[in-house]
């Protein structure tokens, strides 16, 4: 059974560029998560699909956008890419019992470690 | 809003001794409680969940956390460190699993 799987690995991009990070959650879950991670600092909730809808947000920008499929695969797009944006990009997947209902815990990806210079 | 404080983002241990990292959470209703293990270049991996079912948490390879609502804490212990367990430690608190605020995490170095 493959966990939650992220592409690409890594990636270099320059300010002002956009960038797609993908996300195959862990079978049989329906919600996914992305959170940001900079360096030295603890994940920080971006939002989160279900029913490939937002369900939730966080205080990001509306720079960063992002869409679920109906097999519950998930992507992060970044448009107008900052120097800050570097970080590492989680993407965590769940079960939703119900939508609004607690889930069950969040399975982590391993990442997209996003340098922009 | 609810959020969490590690105390301490650097701990040293000499192998076999008592591992302790701390959190203090802030939350107006009962809270879930997580704590989450880092190793480099990897994503986070799930130690242990407090979801109110019972106060003392066991989780994965050896770790276990007591909840204790007076002191607002979820501190992690394991009674016997090992070089293995060198890596971040995250503690996290949602109030329904959909918006998980992380702490900033403690890093653990454990000395042979």
């Known amino acids: 059974d493959a966990g939650v799987t992220q592409s690409p690995t890594h990636l270099i991009k320059t300010r002002g560029q956009q960038v797609t990070l993908r996300c195959s959650p862990k079978?049989?879950?329906?919600?996914v998560s992305w959170y940001q991670q900079a360096l030295g600092q603890g994940p920080q909730f971006i939002f989160q699909?279900?029913?490939?809808?937002?369900?939730q947000r966080g205080n990001f920008p509306d720079r960063f956008s992002g869409h679920q499929f109906p097999n519950y695969s998930s992507e992060l797009n970044v448009n107008a890419l900052l120097l800050g944006d570097s970080a590492l990009y989680l993407c965590?997947?769940?079960?939703?019992?119900?939508?609004?209902?607690?889930?069950?815990?969040?399975?982590f990806g391993p990442g997209t470690r996003l340098l922009v210079l | 809003a609810q959020s969490v404080t590690q105390l301490g983002s650097h701990v040293s241990v000499s192998e076999g001794a008592l591992v302790l990292l701390r959190c203090n959470y802030s939350?107006?209703?009962?809270?879930?409680l997580f704590w989450y293990v880092q190793y480099p270049n990897q994503g986070l991996q799930l130690l242990l969940k407090?979801?109110?079912?019972?106060?003392l948490v066991k989780g994965i390879n050896g770790f276990e956390a007591e909840f204790k609502k007076s002191e607002t804490s979820f501190h992690l212990t394991k009674p016997s460190a090992h070089m293995s367990d060198a890596a971040e430690y995250f503690c996290?608190?949602?109030?329904?699993?959909?918006?998980?605020?992380f702490g900033a995490g403690t890093r653990l170095t454990v000395k042979p």
């Open positions: 965590a997947s769940s079960f939703s019992i119900g939508q609004g209902t607690p889930q069950e815990t969040q399975y």
């Open positions: 079978s049989g879950h329906d919600t």
């Open positions: 699909y279900y029913e490939e809808e937002e369900r």
């Open positions: 939350s107006s209703v009962p809270p879930y």
């Open positions: 407090y979801t109110s079912a019972a106060t």
């Open positions: 996290a608190v949602s109030l329904d699993n959909n918006d998980m605020r």
